[in-house]
């Protein structure tokens, strides 16, 4: 396996950590509450007190790539996949992460620094499933 260098991108992805780091670590300050995407999301279905801030943070993921783009001249990335297949793969990400008590965002950047021994589980399922697809995508199915 080689390294693509003309799209290895250190800086950008240490910036983008450190921001992600911000930000857990702004929530948890301000708002007393772990930064789980799904969690977020799901606590829309139900408009409550904290609506505001979680509606505020959807429209940032959808707005900072949108920013990102406009100001750094980054292309989207293509998605070589039919809408249908899009939308099965929706599903079952967000049925994953509710069987799973959570999402990647969650249990691989909160749960795991705070040594939550069922964020390391759900993490390492996340990671092997992944594995697993990548393998039998592009290896055995070609």
């Given at each position: 396996?080689?390294?693509?260098?003309?799209?290895?991108?250190?800086?950008?992805a240490l910036a983008g950590g450190?921001?992600?780091?911000?930000?857990?670590?702004?929530?948890?300050?301000?708002?007393?509450?772990?930064?789980?995407?799904?969690?977020?999301?799901?606590?829309?279905?139900?408009?409550?007190?904290?609506?505001?801030?979680?509606?505020?943070?959807?429209?940032?993921?959808?707005?900072?790539?949108?920013?990102?783009?406009?100001?750094?001249?980054?292309?989207?990335?293509?998605?070589?996949?039919?809408?249908?297949?899009?939308?099965?793969?929706?599903?079952?990400?967000?049925?994953?992460?509710?069987?799973?008590?959570?999402c990647t965002s969650g249990h691989?950047?909160?749960?795991?620094?705070?040594?939550?021994?069922?964020?390391?589980?759900?993490?390492?399922?996340?990671?092997?499933?992944?594995?697993?697809?990548?393998?039998?995508?592009?290896?055995?199915?070609?």
């Amino acid at each position: 396996m080689q390294i693509d260098w003309a799209h290895f991108t250190p800086l950008s992805a240490l910036a983008g950590g450190a921001l992600i780091g911000l930000a857990v670590a702004l929530l948890l300050l301000r708002e007393g509450r772990i930064l789980g995407a799904s969690g977020i999301f799901a606590g829309l279905a139900q408009p409550r007190a904290d609506f505001d801030w979680r509606l505020a943070f959807l429209a940032g993921l959808v707005a900072a790539p949108a920013l990102a783009g406009l100001l750094f001249g980054v292309n989207a990335p293509r998605i070589a996949a039919s809408p249908n297949v899009l939308i099965v793969a929706g599903f079952l990400v967000g049925l994953g992460a509710r069987l799973g008590n959570g999402c990647t965002s969650g249990h691989g950047i909160c749960g795991l620094a705070r040594l939550s021994k069922r964020s390391l589980a759900a993490t390492a399922t996340f990671m092997a499933a992944g594995f697993a697809t990548v393998f039998v995508f592009r290896h055995l199915l070609g």
